[in-house]
């Protein structure tokens, strides 16, 4: 079985947890709560009667930057055929993390089915991200 979707807008990278110094509670900053709510309600809009995946789990994740205003058609034309991509934030590390936390116990029942996972960051006219999960039993 294999879901393909689009999660539309700024991609979110996981960022670190926070620790409340009144109550000493440790909680995930509201930003990358709303990012995973975001991909969680991407995925149900394209697959509202999903089955979540049970054997070893492939992911491949292409997060789109859009092109800064100001870019030379020059550039612009090289960052949209892949011979300039973007280096800046979030870390590749980031982004994969908080895919996957947002499909643990949703689309996957536990992160650790997953054995392969590849990442990448382009450029495109808009911000998005393309999400591929797939079995590979």
Excluded at 80 to 103: G, R, V, W
Excluded at 107 to 117: E, L, R
Aim: charged fraction near 30%; avoid cysteine.
């Amino acid at each position: 079985m294999e879901y393909q979707f689009i999660v539309e807008g700024k991609i979110v990278g996981k960022e670190r947890p926070r620790v409340n110094m009144n109550t000493g509670i440790v909680y995930t900053p509201g930003r990358t709560k709303e990012y995973e709510t975001l991909v969680q309600q991407s995925f149900r809009i394209k697959y509202p009667q999903y089955k979540m995946l049970k054997n070893r789990i492939g992911i491949d994740i292409i997060a789109y930057f859009k092109i800064p205003k100001g870019t030379s058609k020059a550039n612009t034309e090289k960052m949209l055929n892949d011979q300039i991509s973007p280096t800046k934030k979030p870390d590749i590390d980031n982004i994969a993390k908080s895919i996957l936390d947002a499909m643990n116990r949703f689309i996957i029942y536990d992160d650790n089915q997953v054995v392969k996972i590849s990442v990448e960051k382009k450029y495109d006219t808009e911000d998005k991200t393309y999400i591929r999960v797939y079995e590979l039993d």
